[in-house]
């Protein structure tokens, strides 16, 4: 039923632009070899799913949450309390990060255990790097946002690690908080970096990941 819904609907664009024959072609058509279907070889596209949960559920989170210190924890309250199925907007939100860096790391491992970081994908290994930092970027931001005591203090630990980098520790910490402890202007920067800055390198990050993915090939079997 919906496969037809949305082939009617695609129909008059197939006509014009060819779409499933490239879609075929640059997409679907391309066999998986054998070594690689294994449940191993998909934590990567795991974690994609998963930042696209995130993604979605975020965006309907960032309806009713207001970044202020004085009204933070009570748009997270009301979310859980009196939105409808807000507390179970909120569970997957909470869930869903917590299995992304889970499934990063796996398939980290996965691709360091089939040593598939080896030339020629150095540079993706590189890459991917950046996007397991940029995912623990969200989650020390996204703690943040409930702007209660566990947040706070825990936010404040954080931050207090960084301090301890030797000589510019000091000023690395006021840049993050925005002063010289956490505040107004700490919960903006989070709420700015999470929403905006770190999806933003996260996509485009994926977008060199997949493209050299696609242009190497999977790794061959062990
Ligand atoms: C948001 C995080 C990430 C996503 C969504 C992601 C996604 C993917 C996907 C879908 C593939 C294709 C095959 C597979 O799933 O194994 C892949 C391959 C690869 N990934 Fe990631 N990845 C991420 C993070 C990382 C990290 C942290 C590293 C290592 C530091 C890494 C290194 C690689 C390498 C080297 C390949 C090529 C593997 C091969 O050819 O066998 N990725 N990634």
């Not at 790097?129 to 703690?143: E, I, K, Q, R, V």
């Not at 702007?147 to 030797?166: C, F, H, M, N, R």
């Amino acid at each position: 039923m919906l496969s037809k819904v949305v082939r009617t609907i695609a129909r008059p664009f197939d006509e014009r632009f060819n779409l499933t024959n490239r879609l075929h072609e640059s997409l679907l058509d391309k066999p998986v070899p054998d070594h690689a279907r294994r449940y191993y070889f998909c934590f990567g596209g795991i974690a994609f799913f998963l930042f696209l949960t995130q993604a979605i559920t975020g965006v309907l989170l960032t309806m009713y949450y207001v970044p202020s210190q004085d009204q933070a924890y009570s748009s997270v309250f009301y979310i859980s309390n009196y939105v409808n199925y807000g507390w179970l907007l909120r569970s997957i939100h909470n869930w869903g990060a917590q299995l992304m860096v889970v499934f990063v790391m796996l398939h980290m491992l996965r691709v360091y255990i089939t040593a598939s970081y080896k030339h020629p994908r150095e540079f993706n290994w590189v890459v991917g790097m950046l996007l397991l930092m940029t995912t623990m970027a969200f989650t020390l931001t996204g703690y943040l946002l409930p702007w209660d005591q566990k947040a706070y203090w825990g936010s404040t630990v954080t931050i207090s690690l960084v301090e301890k980098v030797p000589f510019f520790g000091k000023s690395m910490a006021n840049i993050i908080m925005g002063g010289d402890k956490l505040g107004q202007a700490t919960l903006t920067r989070f709420f700015s970096a999470h929403i905006m800055v770190l999806p933003a390198g996260l996509v485009l990050f994926m977008a060199a990941h997949f493209w050299m993915v696609r242009k190497q090939g999977i790794s061959g079997p062990l």
